[in-house]
């Protein structure tokens, strides 16, 4: 399997998105460790998931929101596993509503979680991460266009990761390590439910007219993280249904 060996970190792994990519990592054949804030539960049951599928697993309690949590996440996973070779950045809030609405406490607490913890994951992780390591951050559609009012302070929080993106992969190139960006559509998990309030007139956004699934999601990132992507780096992979075209 493509990932025999190595050692994966998703944060926020406990639902949606991210259980999606930390199964799928471990099918691939990776040990995976992954985050939560709230939900023990949910990230306990992906961890036995995991191994009952034989690979190994970790569970961190880890708030994004808590600077000293990021960096603590990278490290007790390589405390536990020797390595680090797959950095999944996708723990994520949602915002939405008009920017009058925001009181300083709710933009901080969005660019802590959305662009600060990224940020400072990365940094802990880019002084594991050997050649052929993997830094990939879950950024949305978006940041690539924005389909009505309301998003200002979400968009603001996706649209950096582009840049940082780009400039990761400058900065880790010559270590052997790709930095990417994977930018779903409307995907069906509880931050955004496809039967919610929204869902019709987000689904009529892509050019496929429906929801993407987590998996679909998870099929990106296992590609980004596989040694065949190793010449794909500073990029963003768009799996939105073709909401950007
Ligand atoms: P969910 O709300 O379903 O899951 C969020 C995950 O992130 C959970 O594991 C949650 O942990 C964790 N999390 C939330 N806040 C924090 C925090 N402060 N610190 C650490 N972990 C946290 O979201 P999705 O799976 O839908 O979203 C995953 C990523 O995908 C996000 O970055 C989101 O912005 C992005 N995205 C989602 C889209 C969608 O339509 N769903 C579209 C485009 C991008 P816990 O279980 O403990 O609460």
Redesign the pocket.
Known sequence: MSLDGKVALV??????????VALRLAADGADVA???????T??TEVAERIKAAGRRALVI??????AA?CAKAVEETVAEFGRLDVLV??????AVGPIGDFALEDID?VL???VR?PYLAARAAAAHLGHGGRLI??????ADRVPGPGMSL?AL??TAMIGLTKALARELGANGVTVNLV??????????PADGPYAAE?ASLTAVGR??T?DE?ASAVSFLAAESSRYVTGTTLSV?GGHAA
């Open positions: 944060t926020g792994g406990s639902r949606g998105i991210g259980a999606a992954l985050t939560y804030r709230d939900n023990a949910a990230a309690r880890a708030d994004g929101a808590d949590d950045n996708n723990a994520g809030v949602g607490r802590a979680v959305n913890a951050t879950i950024g949305s559609c978006v979400y929080s996706k930018q779903p559509g409307p995907t069906d998990t509880a931050m955004n987000q929801y993407g987590p999601i939105d």
